[in-house]
């Protein structure tokens, strides 16, 4: 078993250098994600949405409400980069979020609904932007640098595409028992 390729099944992000069509082909990732994701998990249990991509992963069910989470905190870069001089950005502690009481007690839907909402309103923010704006920047005090947003929408698309390949590896090897 190799961990790394359950880990990241659609390998790390590293765009190199980025290319404008490469830039409408991640807005349509972002705008495409919930509808793509709701489809995958239509017809899944609760069993299935305990099931997990790999050994100590997160559950489907943690998957589907973190990426709620943490595109909500994408959409919230966006505006602040787009209306601030370089902003230094809050992160939050992602693993700790994943084991939060609403993470396990509150149906997915609550998640899929956000995901729409905040797709659609990023999406429409997105198509909108100048390619001059693609190149505003906002900081990451954990990283200790700064990130300009043609790079976060490329990490963004692909952060969404990487936890859907999570889920349909946790589809496929859900019932292992990884012990």
């Known amino acids: ?3 790394e390729k359950l880990k990241y099944p659609i390998g790390k ?3 190199g250098e980025i290319k404008f069509d490469e830039i409408e082909k991640w807005i349509e990732d972002i705008a495409n994600l919930p509808t793509k994701l709701s489809e995958i998990l239509k017809a899944l249990d609760q069993k299935a949405l305990s099931y997990t991509y790999r050994p100590e992963g997160w559950s489907i069910r943690q998957l589907v409400h973190h990426l709620a989470d943490s595109h909500m905190n994408a959409f919230m870069r966006f ?3 787009l209306t ?3 902003p230094t950005i809050k992160p939050y502690l992602e693993a ?3 084991t939060m009481h609403d993470v396990n007690e509150v149906p997915i839907e609550s998640s899929l609904l956000i995901l729409q909402g905040v ?3 990023l999406a429409s923010l997105l198509r909108d932007m100048s ?3 693609f190149s505003r920047t906002y900081t990451h005090p954990e990283h200790g640098k700064s990130f300009d947003l043609a790079y976060t929408l490329g990490m963004y698309s692909w952060h969404g595409r990487h936890h859907m390949a999570h889920i349909k590896g946790a589809l496929g ?3 292992v028992d990884w012990e």
């Open 1 to 3: 078993m190799d961990i």
């Open 13 to 15: 992000y590293s765009p």
């Open 79 to 81: 505006k602040l980069a």
């Open 84 to 86: 601030e001089d370089n």
């Open 96 to 98: 700790k979020w994943a």
């Open 119 to 121: 797709h659609t309103r």
């Open 131 to 133: 390619v001059q704006e």
């Open 173 to 175: 090897f859900g019932k």
